[in-house]
């Protein structure tokens, strides 16, 4: 079936002339329009005739383009009135946008940022909320702060501090053998634990749980975690009783929690040798993935530098263009500009704990789970949050294996479904040995 050619605009010919003055000033500042066709978009007001042309202005560093064209529009009600309502649940009409100008038409300018969007036109219409402009002065100034914006908005990176990093895992170490060496750690009742979780609590090895529980940058125990120690083998994504401990002060208080599994951040079923004695000799090659403890440490030190990227590539870790650019400090789109600098700090601080070499073998435990459980496998899983967002569906770092390589990537998911840290940060006792 042949497709129909969308019609012309026009009126083109009236659209160069009124954007022309806005083409010059651009010109003025070192910012080269083009005149031509427009992606088509939508917005509350409606979508935008695929047959529109205007100036088209591209960032330097292809994250986006700029659109803006003339309209004629006519207002509804009041000005102050119509729009969007301060609940964001209400929207009014203010005004009612013409593309199709007559000729007594006063027009003004209709401004939209295709953030992220690229250099090149899709053939659909995408979402992308316009803005009217009345005066050539404001239609430049909005094209010139975001043409700019990834230097003008750019955020300073972390500066390292590796001394000060390196004296913290000490401290952390010694707290870990100091509590070892006398682990107050009080254990329920014989009848208050399911008869699947009895031989875990059995062999439960004290001093393991107590050197390994996570631990704050003082070397106290993190107050709000929760360890899952044991499931009864109920699916990993479904509430079940789970063995797990908490710290209350300088002890730890194990007991039966109704957790899910999937969603726990602390989930060290899969690395036993952490808590309990029945797996005590398993070798370091188990326990961290390398033959000895100075095999890690050029990749630590270049992570308590501050050299993330650095050390992920000496791993064989790939990284994506977002998260690349925000270890430079630079935002990912205009539109999140405003969250770079607490994406960044975020980004450094949990890549400080991560053990690169590690990142491929811990996917593959998360896709023997999603096998178990006949989960599809392949899709990226999340790490962290990167913080800063009330919504549901938030950014986060994930990790996929692609051709035997990990990647880094960032995604955005509504779900609470973690990959466990123990599976992918440096281990405590590896740390241990180092510092």
Not at 69 to 82: F, H, I, K, Q, S
Not at 92 to 114: K, N
Not at 367 to 382: K, L, N, Y
Request: hydrophobic share 45%; with cysteine; glycine share 8%.
């Amino acid at each position: 079936m042949t497709r129909v050619a969308e019609a012309p605009d026009r009126h083109e010919q009236r659209r160069r002339a009124e954007l022309a003055g806005v083409a010059a000033r651009l010109r003025e500042v070192g910012i080269e329009p083009a005149f031509g066709p427009l992606t088509p978009t939508y917005d509350f007001y409606g979508r935008v005739p695929a047959n529109l042309t205007g100036l088209v202005v591209g960032e330097p560093h292809n994250t986006g383009r700029m659109q803006v064209t003339v309209v004629a529009a006519r207002r509804l009600v009041p000005p102050g009135e119509g729009g969007l309502s301060a609940d964001g649940h209400m929207w009014t009409r203010d005004v009612d946008i013409e593309h199709d100008l007559a000729a007594s038409d006063d027009v003004v300018f209709e401004v939209t940022l295709l953030d992220g969007f690229g250099d090149a036109p899709g053939t659909e219409s995408v979402w992308a909320p316009r803005q009217l402009v009345r005066d050539e002065e404001a239609v430049v100034d909005a094209v010139r702060l975001w043409h700019g914006y990834r230097d003008m908005l750019r955020a300073t990176p972390p500066k390292p501090a590796p001394e000060r990093r390196r004296a913290m895992r000490a401290r952390t170490a010694a707290a870990r053998r100091t509590a070892a060496a006398a682990p107050r750690v009080r254990r329920p009742a014989a009848g208050e634990v399911p008869a699947a979780l009895a031989e875990h609590l059995a062999g439960l090895d004290d001093a393991r749980l107590a050197f390994n529980f996570p631990r704050d940058r003082s070397g106290k125990y993190v107050r709000s975690a929760v360890v899952a120690l044991a499931g009864d083998g109920s699916v990993l994504s479904r509430r079940a009783p789970w063995l797990a401990v908490r710290a209350d002060g300088d002890a730890l208080a194990v007991g039966v929690e109704g957790l899910i599994g999937a969603n726990q951040d602390h989930r060290w079923d899969r690395l036993p040798w952490l808590w309990s004695a029945t797996h005590a000799d398993a070798p370091a090659a188990v326990r961290w993935q390398l033959p000895d403890a100075g095999s890690a440490r050029p990749v630590v030190s270049l992570l308590d530098r501050h050299a993330p990227a650095e050390a992920l590539a000496r791993c064989g870790v790939e990284l994506d263009e977002e998260l690349t650019a925000l270890l430079s400090g630079y935002p990912i789109t205009y539109g999140f500009a405003r969250h770079t600098e607490t994406w960044v700090k975020r980004l450094f601080e949990q890549l400080q704990r991560c053990a690169p070499w590690r990142l491929a073998a811990a996917y593959e435990v998360h896709q023997d789970e999603r096998r178990a459980v006949r989960r599809p496998t392949g899709e990226p899983i999340a790490l962290f949050g990167l913080k800063g967002m009330n919504q549901q569906s938030k950014p986060m770092v994930g990790l996929d294996l692609r051709d035997g390589t990990a990647r880094l990537s960032m995604i955005w998911s509504a779900s609470n479904v973690r990959l466990p840290q123990a599976l992918w940060q440096c281990p405590a006792d590896l740390e241990a040995e180092l510092f």
